[in-house]
């Protein structure tokens, strides 16, 4: 079991699938009880029952978090049937592309509702429980395009940029209730949101190889992440070999930025 893990009680979002569903099943391997939530029920039903079939302890949460007030019920649900949550993990996005000239106020509110907003209701709630205890671990999973321009991702970026910064800053208010707050910032991941932007010129040959037309880098190490790849950061960040880590933000892209 992974030290400070086992036992304890962890809140994931978006867990019907990708990353969400990686993390829930690496928190629940490495002795969670995992409190998996989305905005999808029938994926989330299935992560909770693959993850059943292992032998994990793991529950399904319908939730939307552009919704404060389900929000709020669904910690304070989560806390009076399971127990206190000593783990957040936010994973819940959504993508939108296309360059600014064109991009909607619909789709560049849409970024940031869930994306940003989503993850502030989130680290509210539970971080409002886990400062009288004086403990817990908040992890979010940005984007390596929070901190590095992006060709027709600017609104994804921007929403990515400043769920980082409100990371660091949640991470600085709450270091002395001893609550660490970090973040994942993955590049292109296996994930059907990755899959879904891919075209018959564009797929994941070309977004290894990088593209001069677009000011965008490879990946040196030569390969796509997988689900997996990510969760296992997230577990690392949340777990007590991680106790002297807050404030920070690691890269997990193949080396595909540089850490520009």
């Given at each position: ?16 699938q ?8 690496a ?6 009880y ?5 905005i ?17 302890d ?6 939307d ?9 669904t ?30 106020d ?6 940031f ?5 989503g ?9 409002r ?8 671990v908040?992890?979010t ?14 609104a994804?970026?921007?929403?990515k940029?400043?769920?980082t ?5 949640l ?14 910032a ?9 899959r ?20 965008r ?10 689900p997996?790849?990510?969760a ?15 404030m920070q933000?690691?890269y ?9």
């Open positions: 079991m992974t030290d400070g893990i086992y036992g304890k009680v962890a809140l994931v979002t978006g867990a019907a990708g990353i969400g569903a990686a993390v829930a099943e928190l629940a391997a490495a002795g969670a995992v409190v998996a939530t989305d999808v029920g029938d994926g989330l039903n299935e992560t909770v029952e693959v993850l059943a079939r292992k032998g994990f793991a529950s399904a949460q319908v939730m978090v552009r919704d404060s007030g389900a929000v709020e019920a910690v304070a649900a989560v806390e009076a049937r399971v127990g206190p949550i000593d783990i957040l993990v936010n994973v819940a996005g959504i993508l939108r592309t296309g360059p600014v000239v064109t991009l909607t619909a789709d560049w509110s849409a970024l509702e869930v994306n940003t907003n993850v502030f209701r989130c680290c509210r709630a539970v971080a429980r886990m400062v009288p205890r004086g403990r817990g908040i992890v999973v940005s984007s390596n395009a929070g901190g590095v321009a992006r060709s027709g991702l600017s994804y970026a921007a929403s940029a400043a769920t910064h409100f990371m660091r800053c991470g600085l208010e709450l270091a002395t209730h001893g609550i660490r707050c970090n973040v994942v993955p590049g292109s991941t296996d994930t059907a949101m990755q879904a932007i891919w075209t018959a010129d564009v797929g994941p040959r070309e977004i290894i190889a990088g593209s001069l037309a677009t000011h880098l490879g990946i040196p190490l030569g390969r796509i992440a997988r997996a790849d990510i296992d950061a997230v577990l690392f960040l949340a777990s007590d070999r991680a106790a002297h880590i807050t933000d690691l997990v892209d193949g080396g595909a930025t540089t850490r520009a």
